[in-house]
């Protein structure tokens, strides 16, 4: 079915994460008519990226969001599991600590504390889902997904990674665009200063813990180190995350596809961009994770 299953995440440290599952319908592609496609007990990490259950869906698309959003996206991610079920993949969508429903407070948010989030998800589908793995990561989601490569990287088939955060630095510390400058810049600064915290578009509170991390990592490394296939789309208005940024870097890592949404911007959110964006990530997802069996 393509109706979500809410189910229970914990991370390492404890934080009980909000977190749904979408299976594909049966008789969706990559399953058959009258199997059960519900939970199974995982495959070995080492093999995960050419395992395929057979009988039950292709694999497990792991949706990862951004810096103020949750597991829904906005929206996006809702409807990009159910057009993955539709393609016989199973979706797991999941807030970060201190997001939505999850455990936690948003200005205790780290990078750290969302990598421990990313490591319980991959552990859950590993044990309990079927079948090749793959992540989504929007905007700053890519950045606990990156610097989670050097563990996460060889057990994945495929990863997408929409209008993602490459470089902290341009895109926080010395802000570049309109998004990061408004809440970057010196006012929200001296609020951090003064306060422990500092507040996304007026509403998402981030605190000191997580500004000082900024400077210590560079997702860019982590991500041209290795790592599997991916699709990088990128809207050209975007006022938030770089798409020059994301450009250059997609032309120097071979085993990356870049994909431009001529007009869109941060997000996707339009009614003309965002089916493109899903339709695009969709096809390419079950193309290459059911091609001989998820090695790709």
Same mark, same amino acid.
């Given at each position: 079915?393509?109706?979500?299953?809410?189910?229970?995440?914990?991370?390492?440290?404890?934080?009980?994460?909000?977190?749904?599952?979408?299976?594909? &319908?049966?008789?969706?592609? @990559?399953?058959?008519? $009258? =199997?059960? #496609? !519900? /939970? +199974? &007990?995982?495959?070995?990490? @080492?093999?995960?990226? $050419? =395992?395929? #259950? !057979? /009988? +039950?869906?292709?694999?497990?698309?792991?949706?990862?969001? $951004?810096?103020?959003?949750?597991?829904?996206?906005?929206?996006?991610?809702?409807?990009?599991?159910?057009?993955?079920?539709?393609?016989?993949?199973?979706?797991?969508?999941?807030?970060?600590?201190?997001?939505?429903?999850?455990?936690?407070?948003?200005?205790?948010?780290?990078?750290?504390?969302?990598?421990?989030?990313?490591?319980?998800?991959?552990?859950?589908?590993?044990?309990?889902?079927?079948?090749?793995?793959?992540?989504?990561?929007?905007?700053?989601?890519?950045?606990?997904?990156?610097?989670?490569?050097?563990?996460?990287?060889?057990?994945?088939?495929?990863?997408?990674?929409?209008?993602?955060?490459?470089?902290?630095?341009?895109?926080?510390?010395?802000?570049?665009?309109?998004?990061?400058?408004?809440?970057?810049?010196?006012?929200?600064?001296?609020?951090?200063?003064?306060?422990?915290?500092?507040?996304?578009?007026?509403?998402?509170?981030?605190?000191?813990?997580?500004?000082?991390?900024?400077?210590?990592?560079?997702?860019?490394?982590?991500?041209?180190?290795?790592?599997?296939?991916?699709?990088?789309?990128?809207?050209?208005?975007?006022?938030?995350?770089?798409?020059?940024?994301?450009?250059?870097?997609?032309?120097?890592?071979?085993?990356?596809?870049?994909?431009?949404?001529?007009?869109?911007?941060?997000?996707?959110?339009?009614?003309?961009?965002?089916?493109?964006?899903?339709?695009?990530?969709?096809?390419?997802?079950?193309?290459?994770?059911?091609?001989?069996?998820?090695?790709?």
């Amino acid at each position: 079915m393509t109706d979500g299953q809410r189910v229970r995440v914990v991370a390492s440290d404890g934080v009980e994460l909000d977190a749904v599952v979408h299976r594909p &319908a049966s008789g969706a592609p @990559g399953t058959e008519s $009258g =199997t059960e #496609s !519900g /939970t +199974g &007990a995982g495959t070995g990490a @080492g093999s995960r990226p $050419g =395992t395929r #259950s !057979g /009988t +039950g869906p292709e694999g497990t698309v792991l949706l990862v969001h $951004g810096i103020s959003a949750d597991l829904d996206e906005g929206g996006a991610f809702v409807r990009l599991a159910q057009r993955l079920a539709e393609q016989g993949l199973t979706a797991l969508r999941f807030s970060f600590r201190g997001h939505g429903e999850s455990g936690g407070a948003p200005q205790g948010v780290t990078i750290a504390g969302e990598m421990l989030d990313l490591a319980a998800v991959a552990a859950y589908a590993e044990r309990e889902l079927p079948g090749p793995l793959a992540v989504v990561a929007a905007s700053f989601g890519a950045v606990s997904t990156g610097l989670s490569m050097p563990w996460l990287g060889g057990r994945l088939a495929r990863l997408v990674l929409w209008n993602p955060v490459l470089d902290l630095r341009r895109t926080f510390l010395e802000p570049e665009l309109p998004w990061g400058l408004a809440n970057f810049g010196p006012g929200p600064l001296k609020g951090l200063a003064e306060h422990g915290e500092l507040l996304i578009g007026g509403r998402f509170a981030l605190g000191r813990v997580l500004f000082a991390e900024l400077a210590a990592h560079r997702p860019i490394d982590a991500y041209t180190a290795g790592g599997p296939p991916a699709l990088v789309l990128h809207g050209d208005r975007d006022d938030c995350v770089s798409f020059d940024i994301a450009r250059d870097v997609a032309a120097t890592v071979p085993h990356w596809e870049f994909r431009p949404l001529p007009g869109a911007g941060h997000g996707f959110h339009s009614p003309e961009h965002e089916p493109e964006a899903i339709a695009v990530t969709a096809r390419w997802l079950a193309r290459g994770m059911t091609a001989q069996g998820g090695t790709v």
